[in-house]
Nanobody
Framework: QVQLVESGGGLVQPGGSLRLSCAAS????????MGWYRQAPGKQRELVAR???????KYADSVKGRFTISKDNANNTVYLQMNSLKPEDTTVYYC?????????????WGQGTQITVSS
């Protein structure tokens, strides 16, 4: 069974920074992709950033230049460094991983962590 455990959410003032972490554990044969999504109430979940095992990255236009995704392949952990945070970044952030376990390749989700940007 695979688990994704997130940490690092919280309250920050506009212009501030936060760093999210997500560690995947379980019977993982290979990690293909890890990333972060966010979902505001009443809206669809949207990609924030993702990174492949070889380091290829993709960012939402709204976070380019402010957020940086990185990973630790050895520990199946992904990070999201968020700088210059804005009130519109406020929502729940979810970790996602596409990985292979014995028998299948599937994607998995963390439980979500709240980010609130407010003065």
């Amino acid at each position: 069974q695979v688990q994704l455990v997130e940490s690092g959410g919280g309250l920050v003032q506009p212009g501030g920074s936060l760093r999210l972490s997500c560690a995947a554990s379980g019977n993982i044969l290979s990690m293909l992709l890890m990333g972060w999504y966010r979902q505001a109430p009443g809206k669809q979940r949207e990609l924030v950033a993702r990174i492949t095992t070889v380091g290829s990255t993709k960012y939402a236009d709204s976070v380019k230049g402010r957020f940086t995704i990185s990973k630790d392949n050895a520990n199946n952990t992904v990070y999201l460094q968020m700088n210059s945070l804005k009130p519109e970044d406020t929502t729940v952030y979810y970790c996602n991983a596409v990985l292979t376990t014995p028998g299948e390749t599937d994607d998995y989700w963390g439980q979500g962590t709240q980010i609130t940007v407010s003065s």
